[in-house]
Every structure is written in C-alpha cells, then in structure tokens.
C-alpha cells in the first residue's frame, strides 16, 4: 500500500490544472461510482488526477492506483480498496480498469457495502457496460471522453477561448460566429487540427506524433481488442490492413461481401468485427437513414474515426473528402448529435437537416429545394445563408 500512495503522491504533484476539458465540469461527482470511458490518448487519466487534486480533503484521504501496475498481481482490488478505508481514505481513483479481470464484480462490492467510498474509475471505450458479467448499469455513472473538438485544440494550443455552441447556434448565426474568430486564422488552424490536433499527447513530440499514433492503434488492437472481445490475434494483421486502406479511400461505401472476401474474412466476421473496432474509436459506421443497428446490420459507408488517423495509417495521397467527413460525422456525434447517411445528399442530423459536405465549390445541386439542406464547405473562413464553414462544426463541444 505504501509503494501506491506514494506512486500516486508523485503523479499529484505532477498533474497541472491549467487547461482543462469541458468534461470535467460536465460530471456530477457526488455520485459515488463514476466511470470515465474513452480511447486511449483521449486524456482519460489526466482528467482524473485534475478531478482528485482539485479535492479539498487531506491527502491521505484521496489515492489513484492504476490496475495495470504489477501490484495488482498479488493484491486485489477489493483488498487494496479495504485497507485505504481503514486507513481513512475516502476517493479512490481506479485507472486502466479493463486491464483486470473481474473488475466489474469487485467495484459493484466496493459500491455495495462501502458507502462512505467515493470511486472513480477509467477503461477503455470498447468497454460494454451492459453486457458485463455483473449489472453496473444502475450502479455506476458512465461518462465517454472523446478526443479533442477543434474548439478544445485553439483552446490547448492557442489559448483561444470560446465556449460550446449548440448546432443551432451555427445553423442561424455562423456568420457572427465566424468573423468573431476570424482572427485566429481558421484554415491553417484547423488544417493543424486535421493533421495532429484531436489527441492531446500530440504536445509531447510533435514530430513523432503520427508514428506514436499508429502505435497506440496497433496496441488498441493487438491488446484492447484482443483482450476484451477475444479476437482471434491472427487476424490483427488484417484489421490493420483494413484501417490502411480506408485511409486512402474515397468516402467508402463498403460492398461487405466483396470486401470479406479481399481480406479474407467471412461476411458475419468482418462485420463484428467494424462493430469492434467502431468501439475502438478507430473507424465510425455510417447507416441509412431508416436503417436498424443491428449486429449483422451493414453499414452503408465506412469512415476512420478522427482525420488524424488518416495522416498516421498511411504514407499514400489523402483523400480530402473522406477526411472532410470523418471531421464532420466525429464533431456531430461527439457533440450528441445522431447522423445518418441522407437518402439525398451526404447526411442527416438529428433526422432534420441534410447536408452535403465538400470543398470550398460545394453548390446546392444534390439538395437543391430541399428544405433544412445545408452545404458544410472546408477552404473558407465565413460562410453565407446556408453555406457554413466546415471548422464551425468543431465548436460544439
């Protein structure tokens, strides 16, 4: 126990409060079982040690333990967490939950017969919390961090502070919107973003960012993947050649059979396996409008997740459509919002408003006197009536 205080006394000391994410005010942390859930990078860990120093109770009372740490080999975690109570502590803060088995069972007895104990605790995004061996559905508060929105980069990078807008604050007002920030120039500052800005580790060496990326989808794979959901390892070679040809791609409208089949796969296969590495946060599924989510369910366009995936996956041309729309899907639904394929134009949001993504060119032809159609138009800075700058989508959360 002592070599965990003082592991977590050192962690402390070194997490700063400077820039912070939205999420961390978003939580109702009275609630005494909350987990945070995301990919790796997202900034999961950090978040909790802003959260646990921001505690204004003694230190003894608060303690962050990483269940990945060798300790864990011959302790549990429910023994841990009992001889931190009897020690006075009161806030325990759990990292890398996933990589423990049995995990789900041993929190919801803290839960249960601990009252006086406040946990908060971190996984993995692959994580599916109604399917677990025990119900924490009605025990636990669960949060998903995602990556940066661009909003969050020009805060991180450019100490450029604007708060969330609501998409309907861009729909009706992006032209105010726009030339408040106009000053910041937004093309070269959101092409920054597209290439390295939605993973906060990007700070660290930013030269060597898209290689550590590629690192962190090939252990998302090879490990996460692998370890929760049981994937066959032979066949993460496979994933991986998956994920470097959708970054070359133009937006892809996958034929699942014939795709099955070039990776060699069956059909039911390859699509539980999207399901997975949707849950990853490397690839987003886009469906019909009207379409059920079904698991045997076929997506009608396959995106990577981020833009900067495309720029860490491959070394060939990118398509600037396909990144075009991973921004565009990955904002709205980071942002709450639902997004279909539209059966006229790109997509629909929220089953209300259609809109075509493109370049700076991008007319009205494919959603002319559509009503609610919009066009989201990269390449410019202020748009006008229902031609909205793409990076405007990444103010809303």
């Known amino acids: 126990m002592d070599i965990l205080k003082e ?3 050192i962690l402390l000391r070194q ?3 400077g820039f912070q994410r939205s999420l961390l005010q978003r939580i109702n942390w009275q609630n005494r079982l909350i987990g945070i859930l995301g990919a790796r990078g997202a900034g999961k860990t950090t978040l909790m040690l802003q959260r646990m120093k921001m505690l204004d109770v003694a230190d003894d009372e608060k303690l962050y333990i990483s269940l990945d740490d060798l300790y864990f080999t011959s302790h549990t975690l429910v ?9 006075g502590g009161r806030y325990l803060f759990v990292d890398e939950v996933h990589k423990y088995d049995g995990w789900a069972r041993e929190l919801k007895n803290l839960y249960d017969f601990y009252r006086d104990i406040h946990v908060v605790f971190t996984g993995s995004s692959i994580i599916e919390m109604l399917s677990l061996e025990v119900d924490l559905s009605r025990r636990a508060h669960i949060h998903h961090l995602a990556g940066f929105s661009f909003r969050e980069f020009l805060s991180f990078e450019y100490q450029v502070e604007q708060p ?5 604050d861009v729909l009706e007002n992006h032209v105010a919107l726009a030339v408040e920030l106009n000053d910041m120039k937004p093309i070269k500052v959101f092409g920054q973003y597209l290439a390295y800005g939605y993973y906060p580790y990007y700070k660290e060496d930013l030269a060597g960012y898209p290689l550590q990326l590629a ?3 090939n252990l998302t794979i090879a490990y996460d993947l692998a370890f929760i959901e049981d994937i066959d390892k032979q066949q993460t070679r496979k994933i991986n050649q998956l994920l470097a040809s959708l970054a070359t791609q133009v937006p892809f409208k996958p034929n699942i059979s014939a795709l099955a089949k070039t990776i060699g796969m069956s059909r039911t296969t390859l699509i539980q396996y999207l399901h997975y590495l949707e849950k990853a946060k490397l690839i987003q599924l886009v469906y019909l409008e009207g379409k059920g989510l079904g698991p045997l369910e076929k997506p009608g366009k396959l995106l990577l997740d981020n833009p900067n995936l495309f720029y860490a996956l491959s070394t060939q041309p990118k398509n600037a459509g396909s990144i075009r729309e991973s921004f565009f899907v990955n904002q709205l639904r980071n942002a709450g ?3 279909d394929l539209a059966k006229q134009g790109d997509f629909i949001v929220d089953s209300q408003y259609v809109f075509e993504v493109g370049g700076a060119k991008k007319n009205f032809n494919q959603i002319a006197d559509m009503p609610n159609a ?3 138009a990269d390449d410019i800075e202020v748009g006008n009536g229902h031609k909205i700058p793409l990076w405007l989508f990444g103010m809303l959360y």
């Open 337 to 339: 919002q639902r997004v």
């Open 7 to 9: 592991k977590s006394a």
């Open 79 to 87: 023994e841990t967490a009992e001889a931190f109570r009897k020690s």
């Open 215 to 217: 690192n962190v989808v």
């Open 374 to 376: 919009y066009v989201a």
């Open 15 to 17: 997490t700063e409060l």
């Open 164 to 168: 969330a807008v609501s998409l309907e």
